[in-house]
């Protein structure tokens, strides 16, 4: 089986900034592709930013310039750097990985459970 785990979520203040850290472990062979998603109070969950199957970048546009995403691979680990954090980017934030195991012929999409953060004006 394979695990996702966030942690770096907590409560900032407008302006600051946080790191969020997902680690992914258990039978993993390869990952293709892993990013952030988020959902915040009433709406649907939607992408943050994300390394693509190809090794490219996708970031939401109202991240841009903000958040950087960054991976250390030998350590199946994602990080986000959150910084202006603001008022809209309240929400719970979820690790996402597309991963093939060892043994198995099919790629399969996981999540985390999520890491909440807030942000005070």
């Known amino acids: 089986q394979v695990q996702l785990v966030e942690s770096g979520g907590g409560l900032v203040q407008a302006g600051g900034s946080l790191r969020l850290s997902c680690v992914a472990s258990?039978?993993?062979?390869?990952?293709?592709?892993m990013g952030w998603y988020r959902q915040g109070p009433g709406n649907s969950r939607e992408l943050v930013a994300a390394?693509?199957?190809?090794?490219?970048?996708n970031y939401a546009d109202s991240v841009k310039g903000r958040f950087t995403i960054s991976r250390l691979n030998a350590k199946n680990t994602v990080y986000l750097q959150m910084n202006s954090l603001e008022s809209e980017d309240i929400g719970i934030y979820y690790c996402?990985?597309?991963?093939?195991?060892?043994?198995?012929?099919?790629?399969?999409?996981?999540w985390g459970q999520g890491t909440q953060v807030t942000v005070s004006s």
């Open positions: 390394f693509t199957s190809g090794g490219s970048t």
């Open positions: 996402n990985a597309d991963i093939l195991g060892y043994g198995s012929s099919y790629w399969n999409d996981y």
């Open positions: 258990g039978n993993i062979k390869s990952i293709r592709a």
